[in-house]
């Protein structure tokens, strides 16, 4: 129920691509294959591998926009975009992982710790 996007992770942008798709309501299993999505990857600048980060357009939302270019450096918080009328931002963390949500946990931008690795 927010509509910005914030990078997950402090690093440089390794990969990012805008795909062009179909408007599936959120939730179906192949929005995140079908729906208009971006993708976006961050190595960290810390340690540790890479993080994959999706933005998917749903239903309603039917708009992306977004500010991330490939090189250049984000920042844990700060914002990379935002979803028009909601819609999903899917987290690939690396195996291992040690998370820090429980499932159906409300999580808040900027405050709540995903996991660590």
Known sequence: NVHTNRYPVSGKISYYKYHPGKYLVAWHPKSST????TTIVVAPS???????????????????CYYTKEGQVAETGQEFGFIKFGSRVDVFLPLGTK????????????LTKLGSF
Request: aromatic content about 2%; overall charge positive; hydrophobic content about 45%.
């Open 34 to 37: 079908e729906n208009e999505r």
């Open 46 to 64: 810390i340690k540790g591998e890479s993080i994959l980060f999706r933005q998917i357009a749903g239903a309603v939302a039917r708009r992306i």
């Open 99 to 110: 998370l820090d949500v429980k499932i159906d946990q409300d999580v808040k931008a900027k």
